[in-house]
């Protein structure tokens, strides 16, 4: 009898996900296809081809550049560990490059089962194992698998596990762009001394600035350039005003009536306000974010803010907990004192609450954002309580979007497919084949003018959607 109701349990649960493939399906049959290897000489192509292996290989190169340091921390278990982690890399390079199938995850770390249903539900969509390979199936999802798969490597291998074979370029980053966060370090000194007796024109006018540099910050991302150094090395405030031509989407006002008049709206000493900040790259981008999350306190345009980082080593160069302390230990003990004085004021955000550093698996997972409410039910709910979010950078654009073949006209609404738990706003260098809700015919001029205006990083968009309504 007991055996019987299991069974029939199992058939109806067997039958409802089955059915909820199907809904997914027919969804997903209304939008265009996903960007992918599968498209010779795109984009994707090219990334799976040449940038990806190159990431690959200089990742195991870094690995087998510390066999000292893993010998001095942990005997011969380090470089044992080491040597095991550096031929999963290779055979991960070599599936890569034979076109292979993905294969599931086996760390046991707690996201692999909705990493293994995704991979399942891809095979199922693409008609067959074999063509959920890396050349076939859909670039975000592949692209999001090499990042993992490179943390299972390490993570397969303890005692070695831990470490991140990102850091170096990410510190060199940092390090790099030592002039250029002086430079906006020292202007948030000096705005933060003026800030209270600012008028709107004045603050509406910083604010502008302060998003601008933090959206050029976009630029310096070590996973276009594989890896190779990408610093910012010149002062950004500066340059502003010659890369006003290149933004293609100016939301700006939109974003500015929605901030202030959110601040005109808070009639008590308790009603709270929060912006989110969706962080993307360590280093002078990350100092940006910051310096922008500084000026949105001080204005009083916010009372919290929630930065989003990433859970894992990711995409190179993407902020992890470890990347966030450490940028602020770093500018703590710069011999710049401005930049000294800015990371002291952050320190104390974070301890009084006012700062709020938050990271969920969700985003180090293949999915569209539009899966959020399914997939990450606590996390969309979480971003509900936002103001206003930001979304950094390219990634999260693809993931906005889906990574999909849109029109340059599609409305952003329409793309986000639902994923609107707050208003938000996309600050991104275009480095990916897809962007929408431009005006009709700019993208078939560009495209003509400029072949690569779509993945240089030249071009940038600030996209603003609100469900309740610009
Ligand atoms: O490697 C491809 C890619 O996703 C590009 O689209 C983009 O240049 C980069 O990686 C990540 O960019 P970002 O750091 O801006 O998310
Ligand atoms: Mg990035």
């Known amino acids: 009898m007991a055996m019987r109701r299991m069974m029939t349990e199992t058939a109806s649960a067997e039958k409802e996900e089955e059915e909820e493939e199907e809904e997914e399906e027919e969804v997903r049959s209304e939008v265009p296809d996903s960007l992918s290897g599968k498209y010779t000489g795109s984009f994707a192509y090219l990334t799976i081809k040449d940038r990806l292996p190159q990431i690959l290989t200089k990742a195991i190169d870094t690995v087998h550049r510390h066999t000292d340091t893993f010998f001095a921390q942990h005997g011969q278990e380090g470089v044992e560990a080491e040597k095991r982690a550096i031929g999963l890399m290779s055979k991960l390079r070599n599936e890569l490059q034979t076109d292979k199938p993905a294969l599931p995850l086996t760390d046991g770390l707690p996201d ?130 010659s890369l006003k031509p290149f933004i293609l989407i100016d939301d700006f006002e939109f974003v500015w009536s929605h901030l202030i008049n959110n601040k005109k709206k808070k009639t008590s000493e308790t009603a709270h306000t929060r912006i989110d900040i969706v962080l993307d790259n360590s280093g002078f981008e990350l100092v940006a974010d910051l310096v922008l999350a500084d000026f949105l306190i001080t204005s009083q345009l916010t009372d919290e803010v929630h930065f989003h980082g990433k859970s894992i080593p990711w995409f190179v160069s993407d902020t992890t907990k470890k990347d966030f302390d450490w940028t602020l230990k770093q500018m703590k003990t710069s011999s710049h004192p401005q930049m000294s004085r800015c990371a002291v004021a952050w320190e104390k955000n974070v301890t009084k609450g006012v700062w709020i550093y938050q990271d969920h698996p969700f985003w180090t997972l293949p999915h569209e954002f539009c899966d959020m409410s399914l997939v990450a039910n606590d996390l969309y709910a979480e971003l509900q309580k936002s103001n206003l979010i930001f979304f950094k950078g390219d990634l999260n654009y693809r993931k906005l979007t889906g990574d999909r073949k849109w029109s340059y006209t599609a409305p952003f609404e329409t793309v986000l497919r639902g994923f609107q738990p707050a208003p938000l706003c996309s600050l991104r260098t275009l480095k990916a084949d897809v962007q929408v809700g431009l005006k009709p015919g700019l993208g078939e001029q560009l495209a003509g003018s400029d072949p690569d205006w779509m993945t240089s990083g030249h071009y940038a968009i600030i996209q603003f959607s609100n469900p309740f309504g610009k």
């Open 112 to 241: 692999v089962p909705q990493w293994n249903k995704y991979l399942k539900q891809q095979q199922a969509r693409l008609g067959s194992e074999e063509n959920a390979s890396w050349f076939k199936a859909p670039w975000l999802y592949m692209e999001c698998y090499m990042y993992r798969r490179i943390h299972e490597a390490l993570q397969l291998n303890p005692p070695i596990c831990d470490f991140d074979v990102f850091n170096e370029a990410k510190t060199q980053g940092f390090l790099e762009s030592q002039q250029a966060i002086n430079a906006i370090s020292t202007h948030l000194q000096e705005i933060n001394e003026k800030v209270k007796g600012f008028n709107e024109t004045q603050l509406k006018a910083e604010l502008l600035r302060l998003l601008q540099v933090a959206l050029w910050g976009n630029r310096c991302d070590l996973s276009i350039s594989a890896g190779v150094a990408n610093s910012q090395k010149f002062n950004p405030l500066t340059a502003l005003e």
